[in-house]
């Protein structure tokens, strides 16, 4: 009988992590000490969550930074940093009073005046941000807890931008680091939420450390999704950079860490079977998994090279590695997702099981493809992306595509995909990455969906019609209208090809029993206050 090396690492891990955990991870690794939580959340590398969009950026900001209003449970916008706010009887004027307690790690009070220019600097970058500048005539400081927005014409959407949980939250930071420009990082970690940022045990590339912040007042409401009191319960959380999973779950068995966030799908079973582990679903909607297209850079700029590669994508074979338990995850169509309320059918005739390879080569000669190299940016300490990187590949150069995969970390693939440059100057082609089901029902907010050429999201898709349609949304005021809206833009967005989805999955993160408390929420950000441990 032959075993596989993936089972001898299931074997491995499931007879004792003691054995299979390397001495250079026990150097690293001293088992948690009761008051600290250890975490394997990802490569930090960008800590500027209005520079990036990456989910390990934005964990970091949910951490240090708060915001003026969060979406609870239930996705409504709760008032945050917020204590009292109203509006005019015209619907065009908003005031804001921060409630009391507001302070900076550096000592510090929260005031108007930093509100202000973060809502400036976001405003430069974020869908949401974008529109509410472009509504807005005025935003200004009224005194040191006090500011108004005035709009030129009524938005009744502004609590919801303001509080918005995709593409990049509105979080506040002090006015002198909003004052840079949304191009530039900000690295001074002095954030005024429930953590403070451990400059001193700061170790990049290895791990982080985040201390409880003794003088934030949380809300006195019970914790919900991102809003209500942020409670934090332990004493220190480090976050440690474990890229290769298999050992990162070794460490969680062995005890030395306490969480994992993305665990190998095809070792869910040996977790399961560990009395000391839990599997626990925290993101509820789940993730879609796309291609992300350069629309930049040849073949790509090629409207017919982009439907190829709708037309080349088996979504049930990605799935066997991006999930492949099948009671996780399913295949998507729309690019409302599955679970939104604007999910629909419309132009989705593309789609066939199996995919269609040869469709896909006769649009690929149709687009003029002449051999040029195609880089995949793929992310080596992300299993399940690095697979579908793999295969992915492989699927193109089946159809004569001359595909070349370029391994690095997420932190390292996070930089590179600003490079708007051809391949040779070190750009790229395609990368693959993820989207919260529900945040796929905001087209307004989440940048996913931004078809406005430079000015967009990585990849820098350009179409006028569909552009025109999406600012649109925010103006719609009934269910159905909006339906009628997204059965539209969809229709637009599949002939142009935006994106290219791989599948859906529901992925679960592992942590020991001994950790509680872990907050769900319907996005992929992931809230640190609130856990224990026994």
Known sequence: MTISRREMIKIGVAAGAAMSLPSVLRAQTAPTAAGTVRMVMGDLQVFDPIFTTSDITINHALAIYDTLFSLDSSLLAQPQMVGKWGVSDDKKTYTFELRDGLGWADGTPVTAADCVASIRRWGQVDP?????????????????????????????????LLGTASGRPLFIMRERDANLPATEQVTTNIGSGPF???????????????????????????????????????????????ADQQTALAALQ????????????????????????????????????????????????????????????????FLQVLSPDPKYGRSVTSIFGTGTAYSNEENTGWYKKGGDPEKAKQLFKEAGYAGEKV?????????????????????????????????????????????????????????????????????????????????????????????????????????EERRALARHMQRVWWDFVGTVFLGQSVSPTAHRKTLSGLIATEGSYRPVWNMQKA
């Open 254 to 317: 062995a005890g030395e860490i306490d969480f994992l966030q993305t665990p190998p799908a095809d070792l869910f079973s040996v977790i399961e079977n560990d009395p000391n582990l839990q599997l626990e679903v925290l993101s509820k909607t789940g993730d879609n998994y796309y291609i992300r297209i350069n629309f930049l850079q040849k073949p790509f700029d090629d409207v017919k090279a982009r439907q190829a590669l709708l037309h080349l994508i088996d979504q049930e074979a």
């Open 196 to 242: 403070k940022f451990n400059e001193d045990l700061a170790k990049p590339g290895s791990s982080f450390a985040y201390d409880r912040n003794q003088q934030y007042v949380p809300r006195k409401e019970p914790a919900s999704g991102y809003a209500g009191g942020k409670v934090v319960k332990v004493d220190r959380v480090i976050w440690d950079n474990i």
């Open 375 to 479: 880089v995949l940016l793929d992310p080596t300490d992300w299993h399940e992306g690095d697979n579908a990187s793999q295969l992915l590949a492989a699927a193109l150069q089946k159809v004569g595509v001359n595909a070349e995969l370029a391994p690095m970390t997420w932190g390292e693939l996070s930089s590179r995909r600003t490079n708007k440059g051809p391949v040779e100057n070190g750009g790229w082609n395609i990368f693959i990455s993820s989207q919260s089901d529900y945040s796929l029902g905001n087209p307004i907010g989440a940048s996913f969906f931004l078809a406005n050429g430079d000015n967009a999201w990585y990849g820098w898709p350009k179409s006028d019609e569909f552009e025109s349609l999406r600012i649109k949304w925010a103006d719609v005021e009934t269910l």
């Open 128 to 160: 949401s941000g974008q529109l509410v500048m472009e509504r807005a005539a005025d935003i200004s400081r009224k005194d040191d807890k006090t500011f108004t927005i005035a709009l030129k014409e009524p938005l009744g959407l502004l609590i919801d």
